[in-house]
């Protein structure tokens, strides 16, 4: 054999192992950790093919953002909060904030003059991009949690603030797990 075929047969072979080999590490979609306990509950996930997903619009509002527990009677609302916090690098709604959420949708059906604003947040690791895209995911997230609790999709502005807006200062996982949040506020809506 002459060293032009051997080498044609060699890069030949190279090419079919590196196309094996990215084929082998290519990543098929999985649900993130967590998603079993939304889907228990008969919600779905960003990104999982809800049928809501990628369909929230922005309603008029007029006025600030007005935290959701200084809106809501405790007596009323008694889990009502202003903030659900995430896992590392995940978007997933985990299921001791279920609560929260469960009285946010209840609060905020029962007074239709204000839209939800989630506000989606992240740690200071990772790229801007990166943070701005996790942020949204986990206002979506949240947004499809409160809608598959009956909040109509219309009434929600979802806005990811990335690493921009830290909670707790500091370079460690103490800071870091406060800062991977949403924020829910009530606005008053400009069409009521």
């Given at each position: 054999?002459?060293?032009?075929?051997?080498?044609?047969?060699?890069?030949?072979?190279?090419?079919?192992?590196?196309?094996?080999?990215?084929?082998?590490?290519?990543?098929?979609?999985?649900?993130?950790?967590?998603?079993?306990?939304?889907?228990?509950?008969?919600?779905?996930?960003?990104?999982?093919?809800?049928?809501?997903?990628?369909?929230?619009?922005?309603?008029?509002?007029?006025?600030?953002?007005?935290?959701?527990?200084?809106?809501?009677?405790?007596?009323?609302?008694?889990?009502?909060?202003?903030?659900?916090?995430?896992?590392?690098?995940?978007?997933?709604?985990?299921?001791?904030?279920?609560?929260c959420l469960d009285q946010v949708a209840a609060y905020m059906i029962r007074h239709p003059e204000y839209v939800l604003l989630i506000e989606g947040h992240c740690d200071e690791r990772g790229t801007m991009e990166y943070n701005m895209t996790l942020g949204e995911n986990r206002a979506q997230s949240a947004a499809s949690y409160v809608i598959q609790r009956g909040l109509p999709a219309n009434r929600i502005v979802t806005k990811s603030y990335g690493e921009s807006q830290p909670l707790a200062l500091g370079h460690d996982e103490s800071a870091w797990r406060l800062n991977r949040r949403c924020e829910f506020f009530g606005v008053p809506s400009a069409g009521r």
């Amino acid at each position: 054999m002459s060293t032009f075929t051997r080498r044609t047969i060699n890069g030949i072979t190279v090419v079919l192992a590196l196309a094996l080999l990215l084929g082998a590490c290519a990543r098929t979609p999985k649900q993130p950790a967590g998603a079993q306990v939304l889907a228990e509950k008969g919600i779905s996930s960003p990104g999982l093919g809800g049928e809501d997903a990628g369909s929230i619009t922005r309603p008029p509002m007029s006025g600030a953002p007005i935290p959701l527990s200084q809106l809501a009677d405790p007596s009323e609302f008694p889990g009502i909060c202003d903030r659900i916090h995430f896992d590392y690098d995940r978007y997933n709604i985990r299921p001791e904030f279920t609560t929260c959420l469960d009285q946010v949708a209840a609060y905020m059906i029962r007074h239709p003059e204000y839209v939800l604003l989630i506000e989606g947040h992240c740690d200071e690791r990772g790229t801007m991009e990166y943070n701005m895209t996790l942020g949204e995911n986990r206002a979506q997230s949240a947004a499809s949690y409160v809608i598959q609790r009956g909040l109509p999709a219309n009434r929600i502005v979802t806005k990811s603030y990335g690493e921009s807006q830290p909670l707790a200062l500091g370079h460690d996982e103490s800071a870091w797990r406060l800062n991977r949040r949403c924020e829910f506020f009530g606005v008053p809506s400009a069409g009521r």
